[in-house]
């Protein structure tokens, strides 16, 4: 098996391992791993990862451990994505990652091609009877291997290169082949991105290696509240093939369209059609889109979307000399995506990867990003199916980044009191303190104390008190 031990610590970053307790008849996490601003782990019940190399590491070595399974019964399937497809690891040849007697797992992601390069990585835990699908660039798992899996963990690596704008680290995508949107070329060249006192520098130009895109990437999830850029972009005089996005991403979360939340300055090839667009996607289901013309010429534009738990409120409006422009448009049913692990991304990048008809490089300069969150979280109740027969309380995604969903039941008209902890037993917010009738109900708490402050990392406690009754459930916060 091509599977190695030895390793230099100093090119590893250790994670702590999430691990399986019980509280109160309910299965969490333990304490996160260490954060790293160039990596996010979705870690599982009985499979965790806990060393990841870093993007660009060329003899990286992903380590692992299982908990509360036979090792000898079980093997690891370990995948990673390059330029759109997934690829086995470590060989065809060898394609599951044998188990050691104590639990561990070593397993080598670098074994050819740009495999250093990769952004994604997956663990699978399956049977030892089973065989894990050959993967060599295809862009979806088969479905049958979902029948197989008993438990998983993703890995998203991201770029080596970052910079400050706003207040804040920005990651820099780059890599040697194409990606993802377009397909285009991305550089991190200091001459292709760059932040100076007239801000965020986006380019888009030919180079030796042909025409490169820029892309950067917030370290950081903001949650639910009110995103905002001033940008200073002439986008009717963009070539049609051109495309500037201002947008929300998460990699982890495929069944919500990956938290996508589009503003887009562009023709989509289409000179003298509509040239911006505000999107939730997916873009196709009927009225996830509204596009308009934007004709901003030398003047700031003020480009946002206010994400809240049942609608989005976009506006782009631009001011100054001349007639001003303004743009408005509201999203509100229950496509509404959940806040969980997304970034935020700006981009300058060509449509299909094709060159540009006018052959003229762009520049852009995004002047300001900021941020606003919602004051707190916000109770919704849910809608009512049969009235439930016992008390409960659960939360999903556990852990969780930017929000999370509580969800819980009453059986019986009853005073209601739903309170977050901290791991020294203090209170550090109150969501709930009022009479409700029987039913199911969901309060969605983003992470932040009764004054909106953003809390730390960390391990909390969220319990519930119905009459006389207390239930709790632990949960993971992870900035």
Known sequence: MKCKTAYNPLLRIAVLQVGVLVLAVVRVAAPA???????????????????????????????????????????????????????????????????????????????????????????????????????????????????????????VRTYRRRIDFAGLQWHVKTGSAPLGPGPNLFTDGDDAVWADGEGLHLTLAQREAGWQATEVISDRTFGYGTYRIALRAAAEEFDPRVVFGFFT???????????????????????????????????????????????YGDRESIHTFTWAPDRIDFASIARGTGEPVEQRWSFHDDRVPETGAEQVRMNLWLLNGEAPTDGRDVEI??????????????????????????????????????????????????????????????????????????????????GVNDTGAPLASGAYVARLLVGKNAFVRRMLLLR
């Open 249 to 295: 991403w998460d990699d982890l979360a495929s069944e919500q369209s990956y938290r996508e939340i589009d503003i887009e300055l562009s023709y989509w090839g289409v000179a003298g059609g509509p040239n911006a667009q505000f999107v939730v996607q997916p873009f196709t289901l009927p009225g996830h889109r509204y596009q308009f013309d934007a004709h």
């Open 365 to 446: 300069v995004v002047t300001s990003f900021s941020f606003e969150p919602l004051a707190r979280a916000t109770a919704i109740a849910g809608e009512r199916d049969a009235t439930p027969t016992a008390i409960s309380l659960e939360n999903y995604p556990n852990p969780f980044n930017a929000a999370t969903a509580l969800r819980y039941s009453v059986p019986t008209p009853a005073h209601v009191r739903l309170s977050i902890y901290n791991i020294a037993g203090q209170r550090v917010a109150t969501l709930l303190d009022e009479g409700r009738p029987a039913g199911a109900y969901l309060v969605r708490w983003s």
């Open 33 to 155: 791993p260490p954060e790293h601003p160039s990596f996010r782990v979705q870690q599982g019940q009985a499979l965790a990862v806990t060393e990841i190399p870093v993007w660009g590491d060329r003899e990286p070595l992903l380590r692992g451990r299982v908990h509360e399974v036979e090792p000898a019964a079980h093997r690891v399937a370990v995948y990673i994505r390059v330029g759109g497809g997934w690829w086995t690891k470590p060989t065809f040849a060898e394609p599951a990652t044998v188990i050691e007697p104590d639990g561990t797992w070593t397993c080598d992601i670098a074994t050819g091609g740009l495999d250093h390069e990769a952004t994604r990585i997956v663990a699978f835990l399956i049977s030892a009877a089973d065989s894990p699908p050959l993967m060599q660039g295809e862009g979806e798992f088969p479905a049958a291997l979902s029948q197989s899996v008993l438990d998983e963990v993703q890995v």
